[in-house]
């Protein structure tokens, strides 16, 4: 059912609102009367649809009346229709500019009131359809928001949770050979050092970080007597040792996780040398993944400067004597003249991620080395 219509009538001679009452009702509209401007501002409410505003009131006449419905009260927007007996064109430009939508003549006519009131009512009507609609919209507008904003924060938790995932799945692979987290954290920061030296895509520094981490994922499918036999390999052992680049990425090679299928490049190609030398394919130079060259640098300089069950550490000046030597032959010599040149980061990740049980001495980031492989395994 349709509701009524509830106008104010604003008038200061109680004939003139008794008149209007009977009108309005008989049109099928609900009527308030006031007698003046003050008790006009009061009396507003949402409910009203209309007001009729007398011109000549005292006090607070209409022309102030409505003005002061437009700028002070809760409902500008309603139609105001001034009912008067000016017909100066001067006076009704003032009643404009002051707020009116219209203007009905006294003596009031019944056919011109319906006329002017049907469509003012119309207007308001409209536009009150709009201020709904614009309400529902903001309403879900809003409510999208917070959909987004709790989707937002469940992504985040579900990539903090993967991230850990892969970090806990390479320390447990590290565990078997390094005893330590340290190795993976250095690691695969001096991945993600080489890739900002680059300048390679903002994007690609977390896949590169993390992808990075799980470079040895595959040592789980070596066995035990192998991965940690403290002398040196045999022929039948070392073969067995090149396995693990191929396990780690049929482990990783075929995941659905962009940072897993990451992974599965960094495993296959971090024993790979640019002289075509390393393992498992022999690919040399820029045939090579990118991934791989960087992660073969980060890998062994890791190697050298850290304390194995099998090696005792490097310092840092040797490990690059020694990593220099590889240039061109081990390594990529853009790449290893990029993480050479960066010794101030270089130190800044050791101290950050250094392996607690390694004390270095005064003056050197590690401890004096003793004969030991310029290389992982």
């Not at 003012?120 to 359809?129: I, V």
């Not at 300048?199 to 981490?213: D, R």
Request: charged letters at 30%; hydrophobic letters at 40%; aromatic letters at 6%.
């Amino acid at each position: 059912m349709k509701r009524r219509k509830r106008v104010l009538v604003v008038d200061d001679e109680a004939s003139n609102r008794e008149l209007l009452e009977a009108l309005l009702t008989s049109l099928g509209h609900d009527v308030d009367m006031v007698a003046d401007g003050s008790a006009a501002l009061a009396k507003l409410d949402p409910s009203h649809d209309l007001v009729l505003l007398d011109v000549m009131m005292p006090g607070i006449d209409g022309f102030e009346t409505a003005r002061r419905i437009r700028k002070e009260s809760s409902f500008p927007d309603i139609p105001i229709c001034m009912v008067t007996v000016l017909s100066d064109k001067e006076e009704r430009l003032r009643a404009v500019e002051a707020g009116a939508n219209d203007f009905i003549s006294k003596p009031v006519d019944k056919t011109e009131l319906r006329v002017r009131t049907a469509s003012l009512l119309r207007a308001k009507e409209a536009q009150d359809t709009i201020k709904r609609y614009l309400a529902r919209l903001e309403a879900g507008i809003a409510e999208l928001r917070q959909s987004l904003e709790r989707t937002k924060k469940a992504r985040e938790k579900t990539h903090e949770a993967h991230l850990e995932t892969i970090e806990r799945l390479a320390i447990a692979a590290e565990h078997r050979d390094h005893d330590s987290a340290y190795h993976v954290r250095r690691m695969s920061h001096y991945c993600e050092l080489i890739a900002r030296k680059l300048n390679l895509p903002a994007a690609e520094y977390e896949v590169i970080l993390h992808g990075s981490s799980m470079h040895d994922i595959g040592k789980i499918g070596i066995v035990d007597r192998i991965l940690f036999k403290k002398g040196k390999l045999g022929e039948e052992e070392r073969d067995i040792m090149k396995r693990h680049p191929l396990i780690g990425a049929r482990i990783l090679g075929d995941a659905t996780s962009e940072l897993l299928r990451a992974g599965g490049v960094f495993a296959l190609a971090h024993h790979e040398k640019w002289d075509g030398s390393g393992y498992p394919h022999g690919r040399a130079g820029e045939n090579i993944p990118l991934w791989g060259r960087i992660a073969a640098i980060a890998d062994v300089f890791d190697a050298l400067t850290s304390r194995r069950h099998y090696k005792e550490p490097f310092p840092n000046d040797e490990a690059f004597r020694i990593m220099h030597e590889g240039r061109g032959t081990h390594f990529d010599p853009k790449l290893l003249d990029l993480f050479l040149g960066s010794t101030d980061e270089i130190e800044a990740i050791q101290d950050k991620y250094r392996d607690p049980a390694i004390k270095p001495l005064p003056g050197e980031t590690m401890s004096p080395r003793i004969p030991a492989p310029a290389k992982p395994r």
